[in-house]
Nanobody, 121 residues
């Protein structure tokens, strides 16, 4: 059974940084693409970042390019999202997600509960 547990959210000021972590359990972690999805009430979910199973390929949403960095440690079954230069529009619940394939362009099969990030000016 796949379980994803996010941590690291909080309330921060504009321009600061946060690092989100996702602890994954279940088989074949190193064979699956992972991602972070931002949810804001009243808006469509946005795929913020995707990392391939190998960790060698990435994709970022336009709104976070140049500010966010996704990484993974397959030995520890962990995925991270380094968030720099945070803006109020980055506010939302950030969900860790896993695909059953080594790469995805945005389709995921498993999701965590999310960790809330609130950026205040």
């Amino acid at each position: 059974q796949v379980r994803l547990a996010e941590s690291g959210g909080g309330m921060v000021q504009t321009g600061t940084s946060l690092r989100l972590s996702c602890a994954a359990s279940g088989p074949d972690f190193g064979k699956n693409a992972m991602g972070w999805i931002r949810q804001v009430p009243g808006k469509n979910p946005e795929t913020v970042a995707i990392i391939s199973a190998s960790g060698l390929s990435y994709h970022y949403g336009d709104s976070v390019k140049g500010r966010f960095i996704i990484s993974r440690d397959n030995a520890k079954n962990m995925v991270y999202l380094q968030m720099n230069g945070l803006k109020p529009e980055d506010t939302g619940s950030y969900l860790c997600a896993r695909s059953d394939l080594p790469w995805t362009t945005g389709a995921f099969d498993h999701w965590g509960q999310g960790t809330q990030v609130t950026v205040v000016s």
